[in-house]
């Protein structure tokens, strides 16, 4: 205000989606720290069980956590995209007055179902147990009950850092979930290694424990987010809506998505379980081992997810879909960029890094390099599901992760008692084709939204040039050693970040100079 004059400035489209891109850039980068903190820990806590325990034990231990990750994607009842997309929506429409119905209506039927899916579990797991697996395992029923005693936990959790999500917020997602629980379970983990201790409950318990100070500093985050925005209202806000009111919507979108979240966890773990029961619990770690390198490229992806997912829904919350498909291209570029190399240089890498896990683990590497080079068709799609779902199309998602979901299921109890872990490989990857290529389509479709744009077709090519090609001749003249495959990726590198930088503007990396101006404000 100057004097009774209001001066009102304008921005043009190009400011304003440089400044838009400049933020999602922003929370990408502090994202990838905290992924790149979590790719480490996963990674050496792997290292710690296969190298501190008995195969045996290792796949028992990674068999358990498998099905407590399924329990615990069931308990989430998709609430975790649901709370993203309403409270960002009411933001954006300036409605806060409506957020604390909305964290209410999915956090309390969460508790519920979460708690109501542990003592189930716990009585039930002696008759899972006895069906899942042909013969007898000793240890799997003590350490399947002390890791379902932390599905309530584990949900919470997740729901409160979605809605700190919603707000813009991705500090404590780094914080809590990046740094703090990861760190600590690698810890303990440690710790129980160093100590000798059982793998029957006590490495679950130590896996697990984490969850109790990470669930504490998530709900006390949200709480003190819902009153900010409430205050931020000033002294005349609306009434606060009642719950009644915002439960029909809440739930009409998040309700699809549940089963849709349950169906991909269920695409990811349940081929280590079946493994495990049809196979021997020892070709359950092998399989674990081979596949968890995936992981860190995965990763980087749920990063920049998490970075753009409340822009997506505010954009297509005002139906601005030009905004949204550019933001969609920008980091589906930025995707490529970061994860093509990681996957072309697990491929070459595959047997060296195996055997990081132990004597007998790089057995696996034909899988590692197979599904190496089939995540390189998923990250080129970007994040479809993400898209969807901030465009309120759960019900799109929850077909699509059925239909995936199904293949899946079917392909793994054929294929696996004859082929093993390759057995398991083919039926995942015909899963990640469907559950990208699919809604690939309907995005451009519905929405004409596609995430080809120059940023990730230029990612792509950069990436197969300095690393694909390279690793391709080197393995077809010869058979490389370590030394060998090094100075092609430490070349590469450096000839990449080159590359990258004199094509900057192509892709979209100057919005990375909002970092220092941010910090400068």
Known sequence: MVGTRTVVATVTPTRAAGTELGGAARHGVLNLLGVAVAAITGFGLNIVVTRGWSMADAGLFFAATSAFMIAYAAARLGTGVGSVYFISRYRALGQPERIRASVLVGLLPLLLVAVVLAVAGWLLTPQVVEL??????????????????????????DFALAACRGFGKMRPLLLIERLGRNVLQLLAVLLAAVLGLSATTALPLA??????????????????????????????????????????????YSGPRALSGLAQMVVQRLDIVLLGALRGLSEAA??????????????????????????????LAREDRAAAGRLYQAATGWLVLLTWPI????????????????????????????????????????????????????????????????????????????????????????SILITNLVPLFQLHRAFRLHPFGPGTLTGAGLALAFFGVPSLLLHAFTDPGVLALLVVAVLGAGGYAAAAWRLRGVLQLDTLRTLRRSRRR
């Open 132 to 157: 899942t697996f042909a013969d007898p395992v000793p240890g799997a029923v003590p350490a399947l009950r002390a890791l379902l005693l932390f599905v309530p936990l584990a949900a919470l959790c």
């Open 207 to 252: 896996w697990a424990l984490p969850y109790v100070p990470a669930a504490l500093a998530a709900a006390i985050w949200l709480a003190r987010l819902v009153r900010r925005a409430e205050r931020g209202a000033g002294p005349e806000r609306p009434r606060p809506v009642g719950w009644r009111e915002e439960f029909g919507p809440y739930w009409r």
């Open 286 to 315: 092998l399989y674990t081992a081979a596949t968890r390198f995936l992981t860190l490229g995965q990763l980087s992806g749920q990063a920049l997810s998490t970075a753009v997912q409340h822009r997506l829904a505010e954009h």
């Open 343 to 430: 996957y072309l240089l697990f491929a070459s890498f595959a047997g060296p890094m195996l055997a990081l896990f132990g004597s007998g683990y790089d057995t696996g590497r034909t899988v590692t390099v197979y599904l190496a080079l089939m995540m390189l068709v998923a990250t080129g799609c970007g994040m479809v599901d993400t898209v969807l779902n901030m465009a309120g199309k759960t019900a799109w998602t929850f077909y699509n992760a059925l239909s995936g979901t199904v293949v899946n299921v079917v392909a793994n109890v054929l294929l696996i008692p004859r082929y093993g872990i390759m057995g398991a490989a083919v039926a995942w990857s015909a």
